[in-house]
């Protein structure tokens, strides 16, 4: 068995990967490291984990990390930084869900979050933690920089077409919309139950982090430095990003031959489900599921393709991913504990 | 493994059983019976079962189903009535989701349903299969009547304060809400999503179906016939029920008193979760389990205990009580494939 | 022209006396006092009033209120009461929203908000602000306590079978279910959005603060105190409150004996809407609306009588009421500027 | 008074024009035309119309709609086609909510929508209604064939910065998100509460109707003919559009200079409010209201504007647009009847 810590357990990130984890055949959870509720049991701050997990949530304690095999980090950016160093030090593999260790380059960090990094050198030995890009690096990988929400969603849709150079690298268009759970489960006025429900709005537009993220692995299918549109939205409903992508075409293509190049691109994956002509990805066909699903609209009129895909932002963007990368690190099936349809209802 | 056939598998109570057991370690699904949707594949209905299950619907062939173990049928009710008699004599055992096994007597599903029991020779034969209260039947029974959604929840919320001798008969009140999964799939003006959401009511007020079948298993807590107000109500979200209910003490009893009696009756069950005093159920911390959370306020101004209970209506209430009682008839722990937290988020 | 000032108009019953009042053709709105937002206009913080009303927010200032007519007081319990007695020496009629003079009793008002009550002279001259039980009184006030939301809605839905004398005293139970604005606009986490949708809950059982209010009103329409159980419930939907009312009957009536009791009662009223047999109020029809609608279903097998009211809590249950109560302060017809149907959807 | 005829007034674009013309000073309603409801009052289709409008409904009699000033068709396209020339022979004003009479050039209609246009010579009198472009053609038609609600919403967004001359005509891209009162009242199972609900999806991507309509009006602020993407997205909320759309700039322009252009265009428009610099539209601001709100994100790095709008769909993208175009056909005020700020919550 693999003995887990999840830090920042009580968050939504946190606490979905409680629930992976409770359910995950090879693993364990034997800390559940939380600030607020230090002392307390999950399954009081969480009452669904009564008569399933009734662990108690404490403080960091670097000696009791030490014995488990892998540590996750759902915890803000910075906070990730600050302690993730300390893990590794005592030989513990680390899956970091903050956007601390996602990054080729800390320039580019240090831009789009407006702070140093205090541990660039790490930033060069972390993997980005997406396993259909990246698998054979993650095998080996100690540090994994898990990939944001949107990102997944994002890269995933566009990266065929822009690495089999049937895409243009101008005028990307990734226009995003998300569940509420992405904002996490702090208190702020904008998720309000009242002031959320029956709302839709635009945020951060020009300006969101996962920009320079979906940027910076997209440049890689280009292969060359890429600039794209990315626009995040809230909508009222908890889980769930549907991201819409529009690139343009280099030739005339059809349906088909676009569909190809996403058929072949993800053959193999069991996490990627590229949908036939006619069908597209709902939110709610991949709600508490690792499924990413991919669906395509070529606009002939306009020589363009418009790709949608959607995920669930805590499972695949983001506790999901996580385990499938402790999957990987640890020599299991990538699927081991994923493999459920998710909710629909 | 045990070879299971669900028929009606395209309803929400189907879908829900086929979710189940597609992740059950010990069953294996291999029937779908649909009318509606005969030749297509299950993951083209409910398209999150894509890379999951690819089965496809059939309509109902007898020789086929005589090849499984267990048949679910989670048909509308009088359907169920008109098969089930014949996959019995296959020897198949049969888990019915509807109403047409539950009860004890054809003459109050006569009066209740408005129409003839076509077999009532079987009713005698049925267990009504709630296993808190009816477990060693249900091991040795071929044919289950599974309780309602409503009912479960009313029942166990009831039925110790009654089975102890506590509680009175007269003036119990069951004020009880429900999600919308619980109106089934079928199109209709008050399931439209615009004129459903941000709405509640109530219907069906004192003439709704389950009554009878709460009376009837509370009659046998109370020693006596007994009757209810039963009152249904739609809220606008998808899964879960939460039941209010009061029942008039016969003497003065304190909090912790009450809360013992549930405390004992409920000890071993590992389904039921007996709140502690300032703690009540919510339907999102049952949501997507097994549970049933039971909370008690004793109101001793009053004299009166208002018990608070909460299911999942499609799994506890539906789904996962058939997967419960299959797990019970074929000598499996009860739990199997039924151990997780549910979705909270 | 009735000058007004509204008191606390950045919360969810202030602004939506700030919508009511905007729209009314006697009424201008010259103060809107609000400490968070002093400064600020209000069309900046709630922008839907951008183009509509531009008024800045200020901090108190009586000299300024003194100037009004009429000042609503939309403030926290306790707040209203230390402000209302300074703008009532200026001359200026105040409806106060909270629940500071609502009671004939201040030990009532003491017990059940645990703290003294500082102007007791005052709720001897304060007016309960139902018009429908007393508009004559109302029509002379300068001080109204203007009734709860739950409280409207419970005590217009069982006021006239106890009134009659048909209804019995005990066994009264008031099961309520309110949208999420009744909670306010602070945040907490029981109000997140991801908390609250899809979930129901009851809170506190047996005792919130309006359980009081009912059985002060109750006891006048019964002739003696009487004691009933109140149980609030929060469901995932802005607007809305439905109550359940179960009230034994002295003796067997019909449907239609019980519902001729509410006819005659409601006979002349505007904003209360009796449904015929076979309809039943729903949130839907009352929503953005000062209606109340009352539906009633006599148990005959169980001698009872279930009453279903519903209301707007932020309408009928505080600033339309409030509106209301205005109109007969100031000689004008009851429904100035309440004369609409609601929105639907 | 103007005296109105609505006809197809029980769905929901008409039971709102039903609700605005209900509260309007200077329009009457005469007849409420409905097919499915006929002879049924509307306070019982409707029941929040109770106490406030009791007409029943009745099927089309020309000889009575004959006697109104104005008929409204909310009808299904084709239908509205039907009648209309019959109605407009009549001496009877007629705004169509349909998409019969949008088009300058019969020949786009028969390619979006299928079939022969049957009146294409009304077609060269009928004004497209949009008032913020046409106003003083509105003034003097008898046929007004009022804009779609996605389509409003993203020609009132794009179209100054293509006017100016600043936007690019390549490379357009609306990516528009709806609440599902834009589905209508039909049953269907993607309206259905538990498959709408926390569901997002993309639909009808490339070929939706609107598409046409959008491009026709903002051909004529390029100056030439333009093509768009657009792509609808159904949100699991009732009312509100929110359209997202991504112009490039022909030459690099501050977001101050972006904003001008918009501030001047719309500058004495009551009922187009742009937003300053930080603040963006949400469809909360404008649920209920007449109102349209834009946002502007000028990405410099992209040279490339990022424009919200927002709109209530049944509203200014139908009903209440429609009553705008009344005021104007009738000389009133544009905004009699429309001057309020929406529900926010």
Chains 1, 2, 3, 4 share one sequence.
């Not at 049991?41 to 009564?50: A, D, G, M, P, R």
């Not at 569940?179 to 951060?204: D, M, P, S, W």
């Not at 979906?214 to 009222?236: V, Y």
Request: charged residues 25%; aromatic residues 8%; negative net charge.
């Amino acid at each position: 068995m693999i003995k887990a810590a999840v830090l920042g357990a009580t968050g939504y990130a946190g606490i979905e990967l409680v629930r992976l984890l409770s359910g995950h055949p090879e693993a364990e959870i034997k800390i559940l490291g939380s600030k607020s509720f230090e002392g307390r049991k999950i399954s009081e701050v969480y009452q669904n984990f009564n008569h399933i997990l009734d662990i108690k949530c404490t403080e960091l304690d670097l000696d009791e990390v030490a014995k488990c095999d892998v540590a996750f980090t759902a915890l803000p950016h910075g906070a990730s930084k600050s302690v993730i160093p300390q893990i590794l030090e005592r030989g513990v593999k680390v899956i970091d869900l903050s956007g601390d260790y996602r990054y080729d380059d800390a320039s580019v960090y240090e831009k789009w979050y407006g702070e140093k990094h205090s541990s660039p050198e790490l930033l060069k030995e972390s993997v980005y933690g997406l396993p259909e890009l990246h698998r054979e690096k993650i095998k080996g990988a100690r540090l994994i920089g898990n990939p944001g929400c949107y990102t997944t969603c994002s890269i995933l849709g566009a990266f065929p077409l822009l690495k089999s150079g049937i895409g243009e690298h101008k005028n990307i268009i990734v226009d995003a919309k998300s569940g509420v759970t992405g904002a996490g489960r702090g208190l702020a006025l904008q998720t309000h139950f009242c002031e959320c429900t029956e709302n839709t709005k635009a945020y951060k537009v020009a300006v969101h982090r996962h920009t320079s993220e979906i940027e910076q692995e997209l440049s890689k299918a280009a292969g060359e430095d890429i600039m794209i549109s990315f626009t995040p939205h809230l909508i009222p409903q908890k889980r769930g990003i549907l991201a819409t992508i529009y690139i343009n075409l280099k030739k005339p293509c059809t349906q088909e031959e676009v569909l190809n190049v996403y058929r072949e691109f993800y053959g193999g994956e069991f996490f990627v489900r590229v949908k036939e002509t006619g069908a597209l990805p709902e939110t709610k066909h991949v709600a508490g599921s690792n499924f990413v699903d991919i669906g395509v609209v070529v606009d002939e009129r306009l020589q363009r393709a418009v790709v949608v895909s959607a995920l669930d932002n805590i499972v695949k963007g983001a506790a999901g991913q996580a385990v499938q990368n402790m999957n990987l690190m640890f020599g299991l099936d990538e699927a081991t504990g994923l493999k459920n349809a998710g909710f629909y209802l």
